[in-house]
Each structure stands twice: as C-alpha cells, then as structure tokens.
C-alpha cells in the first residue's frame, strides 16, 4: 500500500511563502507522477500542480503560475510544493496525490490519481 504524509502547512500573512512537503512509503515513489491538489471549505477539491515521474514535465494551476513551483527529489521519496506571494484565497487542505499514469504530460484530474495523503492546511491571513 503506497502511503503520502503532507507537511508544512500552518499560519502564514497574505505575501508570505511555505513549503508543503510529501514524503512516501510504500511502493516505488519514482515510478509515480505526483500531484498536488487544494480543497477549500464548501469548495470543490482543485488541481495546483503536477510533476512526472522523473521530474522532466510540469504543470501548475492558472490560479498559482508564478507564485508555486512542484519539484521532487526521487531519492528521497519527496514531492514539495513552495508556496509564495500567498493570498488569502490560496487557503485550503492541500493534499498530495500520486498516479500511476507515467507516460505523457502529469495528470491533471483527481480520478487520475490513485493515493492520496490526509492533506495539510494552510491558512493565509489578509
């Protein structure tokens, strides 16, 4: 059974910065694309950023271009998501999620992950 456990998430001011992290068990982690994904209270759960499974290929939601960035490390099982310029609207349980679809572009979609982690929060205040 592949397991994710977030971290990072906490408190922060509108313009500050965090780095969510997602350490894996379970499985082999590199064989897995990752995603991140953010659901707010009595909101939809929605799609931040993906990376393939070597790191080669990325995608960030419109909402968070240029302010978040995935990134991963393989060979220590991590994924992280560095939050900056935050606004009070990016406030959420942000959750990390891997997929098994390896080839082509990172998924997108939540039906296209298979494990999930219990998700962190992270609150902006204005």
């Known amino acids: 059974q592949v397991q994710r456990v977030e971290s990072g998430g906490g408190l922060v001011q509108a313009g500050g910065s965090l780095r969510l992290a997602c350490t894996a068990s379970?499985?082999?982690?590199?064989?897995?694309?990752m995603g991140w994904f953010r659901q707010a209270p009595g909101k939809e759960r929605e799609f931040v950023a993906a990376i393939t499974w070597r790191g080669v290929m990325r995608d960030h939601a419109d909402s968070v271009k240029g302010r978040f960035a995935i990134t991963r490390d393989n060979a220590n099982n991590m994924v992280y998501l560095q939050m900056s310029s935050l606004k009070p609207e990016d406030t959420a349980v942000y959750f990390c999620?891997?997929?098994?679809?390896?080839?082509?572009?990172?998924?997108?979609?939540?039906?296209?992950?298979?494990?999930w982690g219990q998700g962190t929060q992270v609150t902006v205040s204005s």
């Open positions: 999620a891997a997929s098994a679809y390896v080839h082509g572009p990172p998924p997108l979609f939540s039906g296209e992950y298979h494990y």
């Open positions: 379970g499985g082999t982690f590199s064989s897995y694309a």
